[in-house]
């Protein structure tokens, strides 16, 4: 086993943004990049070509220069293969220039990986990294997934220090990568940034905040102060948290496939009452935000993908929303829908995306046998009936509301009555949010009790009554996908701030193609919510899938969570709380040679002088699929890997 000595990095900023309430942005919002020169590269992993054995990515570079660094790649063990890649150029931020350099270089024609160099030089100083292809034929992928990569805003900065700062899970990961022979792939699953910290330190936003009437929020005027300071906003969150130790390494060396969630807009959005999701503020917050994700996560922008489609990479059904499908090696796919894009309180994906996401997985090539969703919020969670039947039950006046909280703070912590009820309530209500990976920005913000509650925040959530039929639509018609095809289908989500497996299953037919896992690997980097938050989410409710347009209350579909975690990460007995565990995390997952996939979570140590950052939980073994010609599948491959 390797022991490291743990350093806490002091190039890390702890201090709690949105703290003194607003700044000056322009002085505040100012990153530079830790290499001197530019930001990135941020290697991003398209997809590979299955017959030409091609892998197909894009680095960015972000540089205050009109002249691009120069830009050459190699196979590691070959320099003399040297060639030079091109720059594209794909936006302009003030005196920044966006870089994009298009990588399609061969796969090896056997199960053997190759690592590629690449150099970039600027102003005769190089730099390289280093990546690794997988071989055509090599079915055995290793990735990684995560998400939440920062802080919320709320969290203090000695627990910010006392966690080892953002950071700290990235190194573990970035050891992971060397110790393995290399990673083919980082999942980010959402909040890869926290914009919500704008709230509290643009000035110019603080004014629509104090605007009261929903009519005069709706149509409050968008400035061009306003599309100043948020353009600069989201510039500045992605740059500096692109930066930080840790994440940079591995978004250099690690090609990532990136999808958006709320955070990287801001906290819940797409789930507010339509006078505010709307406005022209949100609208606007929304286009820019979605603008600086299409840029840094994806390399491109909708001008772009509009103009020059590549059938490879990111697609839509409606002008809105952009979502992939990535080949991990010919025998496993991931499937990454925007859940955002088309959010509406009643509405997590439209109908017409719906229809293609099928289409497009019913005409796979039939070597596939796992498709990987990734859902930034996970479909299979524990509900806060007794959270949710209280609030459904009062009327929303104040006084009844604060009742509601009361009895929740009394389920949920020990110490409500011992404080004074408005206390009670406010540590209630911000605990309530945290088992759903919410803060409540916004209801704290804007309004308080009533306007924008509890059930609203709630919403954002696949479990939420609001979706119920969207919800048993989708994973029915996955299951129909699932059978048709002999394929199994995995769930990847983030979001929740603690770390779980879940599953659907037909308990009467427990291998079948109904079986559909639920890896929830959340957060890497942010707090985890209270321990009796997570007490409140070990119901023993029994939950059963329903069928499309029916009331039966029992069906052939069960959903729960796992008893996944027998002892905490130092040994200690977890009493009876062995489904959800709140430490930061993220999970590694490898595509099996037996037409499996294992699971594993890396959950981080009590202790920051642990000799080894994180305990491993798993594995979690995701059966073959029930497919009859899995073994002739087997014989062919033999004959083609000894011809």
Request: charged share 20%; with cysteine; glycine share 8%.
């Given at each position: 086993?390797?022991?490291?000595?743990?350093?806490?990095?002091?190039?890390?900023?702890?201090?709690?943004?949105?703290?003194?309430?607003?700044?000056?942005?322009?002085?505040?919002?100012?990153?530079?990049?830790?290499?001197?020169?530019?930001?990135?590269?941020?290697?991003?992993?398209?997809?590979?070509?299955?017959?030409?054995?091609?892998?197909?990515?894009?680095?960015?570079?972000?540089?205050?220069?009109?002249?691009?660094?120069?830009?050459?790649?190699?196979?590691?063990?070959?320099?003399?293969?040297?060639?030079?890649?091109?720059?594209?150029?794909?936006?302009?931020?003030?005196?920044?220039?966006?870089?994009?350099?298009?990588?399609?270089?061969?796969?090896?024609?056997?199960?053997?990986?190759?690592?590629?160099?690449?150099?970039?030089?600027?102003?005769?100083?190089?730099?390289?990294?280093?990546?690794?292809?997988?071989?055509?034929?090599?079915?055995?992928?290793?990735?990684?997934?995560?998400?939440?990569?920062?802080?919320?805003?709320?969290?203090?900065?000695?627990?910010?220090?006392?966690?080892?700062?953002?950071?700290?899970?990235?190194?573990?990961?970035?050891?992971?990568?060397?110790?393995?022979?290399?990673?083919?792939?980082?999942?980010?699953?959402?909040?890869?940034?926290?914009?919500?910290?704008?709230?509290?330190?643009?000035?110019?936003?603080?004014?629509?905040?104090?605007?009261?009437?929903?009519?005069?929020?709706?149509?409050?005027?968008?400035?061009?102060?306003?599309?100043?300071?948020?353009?600069?906003?989201?510039?500045?969150?992605?740059?500096?948290?692109?930066?930080?130790?840790?994440?940079?390494?591995?978004?250099?060396?690690?090609?990532?496939?990136?999808?958006?969630?709320?955070?990287?807009?801001?906290?819940?959005?797409?789930?507010?009452?339509?006078?505010?999701?709307?406005?022209?503020?949100?609208?606007?917050?929304?286009?820019?935000?979605?603008?600086?994700?299409?840029?840094?996560?994806?390399?491109?922008?909708?001008?772009?993908?509009?103009?020059?489609?590549?059938?490879?990479?990111?697609?839509?059904?409606?002008?809105?929303?952009?979502?992939?499908?990535?080949?991990?090696?010919?025998?496993?796919?991931?499937?990454?829908?925007?859940?955002?894009?088309?959010?509406?309180?009643?509405?997590?994906?439209?109908?017409?995306?719906?229809?293609?996401?099928?289409?497009?997985?019913?005409?796979?090539?039939?070597?596939?046998?796992?498709?990987?969703?990734?859902?930034?919020?996970?479909?299979?969670?524990?509900?806060?009936?007794?959270?949710?039947?209280?609030?459904?039950?009062?009327?929303?006046?104040?006084?009844?509301?604060?009742?509601?909280?009361?009895?929740?703070?009394?389920?949920?912590?020990?110490?409500?009555?011992?404080?004074?009820?408005?206390?009670?309530?406010?540590?209630?209500?911000?605990?309530?949010?945290?088992?759903?990976?919410?803060?409540?920005?916004?209801?704290?913000?804007?309004?308080?009790?009533?306007?924008?509650?509890?059930?609203?925040?709630?919403?954002?959530?696949?479990?939420?009554?609001?979706?119920?039929?969207?919800?048993?639509?989708?994973?029915?018609?996955?299951?129909?996908?699932?059978?048709?095809?002999?394929?199994?289908?995995?769930?990847?989500?983030?979001?929740?701030?603690?770390?779980?497996?879940?599953?659907?299953?037909?308990?009467?037919?427990?291998?079948?193609?109904?079986?559909?896992?639920?890896?929830?690997?959340?957060?890497?980097?942010?707090?985890?919510?209270?321990?009796?938050?997570?007490?409140?989410?070990?119901?023993?409710?029994?939950?059963?899938?329903?069928?499309?347009?029916?009331?039966?209350?029992?069906?052939?579909?069960k959903e729960e969570m796992i008893e996944f975690f027998d002892t905490d990460v130092d040994g200690s007995k977890l009493g009876d709380l062995h489904k959800l565990l709140p430490?930061?995390?993220?999970?590694?997952?490898?595509?099996?040679?037996?037409?499996?996939?294992?699971?594993?979570?890396?959950?981080?140590?009590?202790?920051?002088?642990?000799?080894?950052?994180?305990?491993?939980?798993?594995?979690?073994?995701?059966?073959?699929?029930?497919?009859?010609?899995?073994?002739?599948?087997?014989?062919?491959?033999?004959?083609?890997?000894?011809?």
């Open positions: 086993m390797s022991h490291h000595s743990v350093t806490i990095d002091f190039d890390e900023d702890y201090t709690q943004p949105g703290k003194l309430g607003p700044v000056d942005i322009n002085t505040v919002y100012r990153s530079n990049p830790s290499n001197g020169a530019y930001f990135g590269p941020y290697l991003r992993y398209i997809n590979i070509d299955l017959e030409s054995s091609t892998w197909y990515g894009s680095a960015m570079i972000v540089i205050a220069s009109n002249s691009a660094p120069i830009f050459e790649i190699h196979p590691s063990s070959d320099p003399s293969q040297m060639r030079a890649i091109a720059p594209l150029l794909v936006y302009q931020y003030k005196e920044f220039f966006f870089f994009r350099y298009n990588i399609a270089v061969p796969q090896l024609p056997s199960d053997q990986g190759q690592f590629w160099t690449y150099a970039i030089t600027n102003n005769g100083v190089t730099l390289t990294y280093q990546f690794l292809v997988a071989g055509a034929r090599d079915i055995q992928w290793r990735f990684m997934a995560f998400s939440c990569a920062d802080f919320s805003l709320g969290v203090k900065e000695e627990e910010r220090r006392e966690l080892g700062g953002v950071g700290y899970l990235w190194k573990d990961v970035m050891d992971k990568h060397r110790n393995m022979g290399g990673l083919h792939a980082i999942l980010g699953g959402g909040d890869q940034i926290y914009a919500d910290r704008m709230w509290k330190e643009i000035g110019s936003l603080q004014a629509w905040l104090q605007t009261k009437g929903k009519e005069s929020r709706k149509v409050y005027e968008w400035t061009n102060e306003l599309d100043s300071d948020v353009t600069l906003a989201y510039f500045f969150f992605y740059s500096s948290s692109f930066d930080k130790p840790g994440i940079r390494d591995c978004l250099a060396s690690i090609p990532n496939v990136f999808q958006i969630d709320d955070h990287d807009i801001f906290d819940g959005f797409g789930s507010y009452p339509e006078y505010m999701q709307q406005s022209k503020v949100f609208l606007n917050i929304g286009r820019i935000a979605f603008e600086f994700y299409m840029l840094f996560q994806h390399h491109t922008t909708v001008d772009m993908l509009k103009t020059n489609p590549d059938p490879r990479d990111l697609f839509t059904a409606t002008g809105t929303g952009w979502h992939f499908i990535r080949f991990m090696g010919p025998t496993c796919v991931v499937v990454g829908p925007d859940t955002r894009a088309e959010r509406q309180q009643k509405c997590i994906i439209g109908e017409q995306t719906h229809q293609e996401l099928y289409r497009r997985m019913e005409a796979l090539p039939h070597s596939v046998e796992h498709i990987v969703f990734m859902l930034a919020v996970p479909i299979v969670y524990p509900r806060l009936t007794m959270v949710e039947h209280i609030l459904s039950g009062v009327q929303s006046t104040k006084r009844a509301i604060n009742g509601a909280w009361n009895l929740i703070g009394k389920g949920a912590t020990k110490a409500a009555s011992l404080v004074g009820a408005e206390k009670s309530t406010n540590a209630s209500f911000q605990n309530v949010k945290k088992a759903f990976g919410k803060s409540g920005l916004m209801s704290s913000l804007v309004s308080g009790f009533g306007e924008v509650d509890l059930l609203d925040d709630l919403a954002d959530h696949w479990t939420h009554e609001n979706h119920a039929i969207e919800r048993a639509s989708f994973v029915r018609n996955l299951q129909r996908v699932a059978k048709d095809k002999g394929v199994r289908i995995t769930f990847i989500s983030g979001d929740v701030h603690c770390c779980g497996m879940g599953r659907f299953v037909n308990p009467d037919a427990p291998n079948n193609y109904q079986l559909m896992y639920q890896v929830i690997a959340s957060a890497i980097s942010n707090v985890p919510p209270p321990g009796a938050v997570i007490r409140l989410l070990h119901n023993n409710d029994k939950i059963y899938l329903p069928e499309i347009n029916s009331k039966e209350k029992v069906t052939d579909t430490r930061r995390n993220y999970a590694l997952a490898q595509v099996g040679d037996n037409h499996t996939m294992t699971w594993d979570l890396y959950v981080q140590n009590a202790k920051l002088t642990d000799p080894e950052r994180t305990h491993k939980y798993g594995p979690l073994v995701v059966p073959a699929p029930e497919r009859s010609d899995l073994g002739l599948a087997d014989g062919l491959q033999q004959m083609k890997l000894s011809s």
